[in-house]
């Protein structure tokens, strides 16, 4: 019992906020089935040897580099800043950086006073951050001269405090800034969910699932936008169907009977399929064309 239960992937994800219900989902996309009471910070997989750790997101990547959990999701915002905060006590690699995920998209950028024309830092000014190893790494990368303010909680009030004449957080529609006498300035990081790894070997039954997980996964990603359509098209209108399928790899043609000018067309389109598309197809010679959701898929 004991080495089974050593042998369960932990999986560290946002116990609350943006990313907590797209990574559930995620996981159970991928085929997890589990068990959670209502003040459980643990959720119990049921059918894979795969248990989920809900915690605040600023303690995955530490929880992952320290081994305790085998794989995380966090955005990369935390990743860079954690793995800049770690590589400067000379521990080059804190985690593996798996796949990139589809949701969670922000970006860290500067937000500056109305009055400023300015849409970077100038030497001499001082910038209230929640990330400041990010900010710094920018500072010294563009020769700029100057002061990192650490701030946690609302950064927006910082200038007005006093604190700061600037400040780099997260932004997504740029409201809070404005309500707070700011603009959006240049972009430092654009950001998006993502897997890490622990740094430390897994064992072979563990490594197994992390590459069966990784499939899915990238098999959940493809199907968000890939569609299945089928159509009847003229034998003569086929090259020009086939450039008119998005994102689509070789289709299959079948013959139809009775039919020797006309064949089906079978196809995945991995990218958004609008009206646009259908009439375009229709233009071409297409006719019965379906267009269906598609709900798994593995390359």
């Known amino acids: 019992m004991t080495a089974a ?24 996309r991928c085929g997890l089935k589990y068990s959670r009471g209502r003040d459980e910070l643990i959720c119990f997989g049921e059918n894979m040897p795969v248990d989920v750790l809900l915690v605040r997101d600023d303690d995955i990547p530490g929880l992952v580099h320290e081994d305790i959990c085998d794989l995380g999701i966090v955005g990369q915002n935390i990743i860079t800043e954690r ?10 690699s804190p985690f593996m950086e798996r796949t990139l995920l589809d949701y969670g998209h922000c970006r860290l950028a500067f937000g500056m006073p109305e009055r400023d024309d300015n849409d970077r830092p100038v030497d001499g000014q001082r910038i209230a951050t929640s990330y400041p190893a990010i900010v710094q790494d920018f500072l010294v990368r563009e020769a700029i001269d100057a002061q990192v303010v650490e701030f946690s909680g609302a950064v927006e ?22 309500a707070h006498g700011l603009r959006e300035g240049e972009t430092v990081l654009e950001s998006r969910a993502q897997l890490i790894q622990t740094p430390v070997e897994l064992s072979a039954d563990k490594t197994q699932w992390v590459e069966r997980l990784l499939r899915r996964i990238d098999g959940v990603m493809q199907v968000r936008e890939s569609k299945y359509i089928m159509l009847h098209a003229p034998r003569a209108a086929l090259a020009k169907i086939r450039d008119l399928l998005p994102g689509s790899e070789s289709p299959t043609i ?37 267009v269906l959701p598609v709900e798994k898929m593995l390359a």
Do not use: M, N
Request: charge should be neutral; proline fraction near 3%.
């Open 157 to 178: 009030i910082a200038p007005r405090l006093g604190k700061a004449d600037i400040i780099c957080d997260l932004v997504s529609t740029g409201a809070t800034l404005k």
């Open 254 to 290: 079948i013959p139809l009977e009775g039919l020797d000018d006309k064949v089906a067309i079978h196809a995945v389109c991995r990218e958004t399929v609008f009206w646009e598309t259908l009439e375009d197809l229709q233009r071409a010679g297409a006719t019965s064309v379906l």
């Open 5 to 28: 239960k050593q042998d369960r992937l932990k999986i560290a994800v946002q116990k609350s906020g943006r990313l907590t219900d797209h990574s559930l989902d995620l996981l159970t």
């Open 83 to 92: 793995r800049l905060e770690l590589t400067t006590r000379a521990q080059p």
